[in-house]
């Protein structure tokens, strides 16, 4: 049973950080593409952030670019969104990923496997 479960949520204030978590079992890890989309009430899931299978290309979407950094570790099974700069409208829901593109090039219509989501509240 694949599982993919995130940590790391929580409420900021703006300007400040924030590291998610996501914890993948039950699944070949390094043979997916690993990302971060988030949700907002009564909006389309969008894509965040990407990194390919073994970590050698990233993709952000252009909200994210000098602010989140993706990072993945193949012997823990462990895919992390560094988040910093923050503002109010990266309040979401962050849903973690697992993508059989070949690339960095995720999107919904890839993704095989999603986590639960985990919460993040950025208040001004």
């Known amino acids: 049973q694949v599982q993919l479960v995130e940590s790391g949520g929580g409420l900021v204030q703006a300007g400040g950080s924030l590291r998610l978590s996501c914890a993948a079992s039950?699944?070949?890890?390094?043979?997916?593409?690993m990302g971060w989309f988030r949700q907002t009430p009564g909006k389309a899931r969008e894509f965040v952030a990407a990194?390919?299978?073994?970590?050698?290309?990233?993709n952000y979407a252009d909200s994210a670019k000098g602010r989140f950094t993706i990072s993945r570790d193949n012997v823990k099974n462990t895919v992390t969104l560094q988040m910093g700069s923050l503002v109010s409208e990266d309040t979401a829901i962050y849903y973690c990923?697992?993508?059989?593109?070949?690339?960095?090039?995720?999107?919904?219509?890839?993704?095989?496997?999603w986590g639960q989501g985990t919460q993040v509240t950025v208040s001004s």
């Open positions: 039950g699944l070949a890890f390094s043979g997916y593409a």
């Open positions: 990923a697992a993508s059989t593109a070949s690339s960095t090039l995720i999107s919904s219509n890839n993704v095989a496997y």
């Open positions: 990194i390919s299978r073994f970590g050698r290309s990233r």
